[in-house]
């Protein structure tokens, strides 16, 4: 069966700080990839998505930014984090090809910036 | 920006009751599909309607889709506490080739009381 991984759990991050987050997904080949932040009280905002290594399309402009460097495995990170930054990030894999795919979800990174 | 929203933003009722959560969305869409987040959690998709469908069944799950109002529901019928989570409609449409993306809803909080 398919799993997905998503690490740390948590995560306290000083202002101005790096980050890498990352995502793996076990049993399947080829899955589409996805990156959300969710803000509290507020439903997904799609970050990134992959549909192969190496590619990877932006939704919004932002201070992150995705990398696929293996078929099941997608890292979030960024250079210098804001305060803004702070929020519930939800790795997703969906089975590549058509709209009926189902995605599936990590259970989260709670990241805090201070 | 968001094209599902789901109403009311909270519910609460006891063990037993009926729960009817609706969605409206602004575009023309694939399917929609629902899925359910606990606290904490990633989301798990629970159901999924084709837009030339106009209803669906999946144990206490019903969802309803009127594609001329531009809106869905999802009835969980004889609640339990362990439905108590946030649900999220989810438009799903065409974005470019054979890629399709998924846009969320603000989600409805239910609350089912023992």
């Known amino acids: 069966s398919q799993t997905i991984h998503q690490w740390p759990a948590t995560l306290v991050q000083p202002v101005g700080s790096p980050l890498s987050l990352e995502c793996t997904v076990e049993?399947?080949?080829?899955?589409?990839l996805y990156w959300y932040r969710q803000a509290a009280g507020r439903g997904l905002q799609l970050l990134f998505y992959?549909?192969?290594?190496?590619?990877i399309s932006s939704e919004v402009p932002q201070n992150l930014s995705a990398s696929r460097p293996q078929d099941r495995q997608f890292i979030l990170s960024s250079k210098k984090l804001l305060l803004s930054d702070s929020g519930f990030y939800l790795c997703?894999?969906?089975?590549?090809?058509?709209?009926?795919?189902?995605?599936?979800f990590g259970d989260g990174t709670r990241l805090s910036i201070l | 920006s968001q094209q599902g929203e789901e109403d009311p933003q909270a519910l609460s009722i006891q063990e037993g009751e009926n729960a009817t959560m609706n969605c409206s969305y602004k575009?023309?869409?694939?399917?929609l599909q629902w899925y359910r987040q606990n606290s904490g959690r990633g989301l798990v998709h629970l159901i999924l309607?084709?837009?030339?469908?106009r209803e669906k069944h999946s144990g206490r799950l019903r969802v309803t889709l009127d594609t001329s109002k531009k809106s869905s529901s999802l009835l969980i019928t004889a609640s339990r506490a362990a439905d108590t989570a946030s649900y999220f409609c989810?438009?799903?449409?065409?974005?470019?080739?054979?890629?399709?993306?998924?846009?969320f809803g603000k989600g409805t909080l239910l609350t089912v009381n023992p």
């Open positions: 997703a894999w969906s089975g590549a090809g058509g709209s009926l795919q189902p995605q599936h």
């Open positions: 992959s549909v192969g290594i190496g590619q």
């Open positions: 309607i084709r837009s030339n469908e």
């Open positions: 989810a438009t799903v449409a065409n974005s470019g080739g054979s890629n399709y993306k998924l846009t």
């Open positions: 049993g399947t080949s080829n899955p589409n």
């Open positions: 575009t023309s869409i694939n399917n």
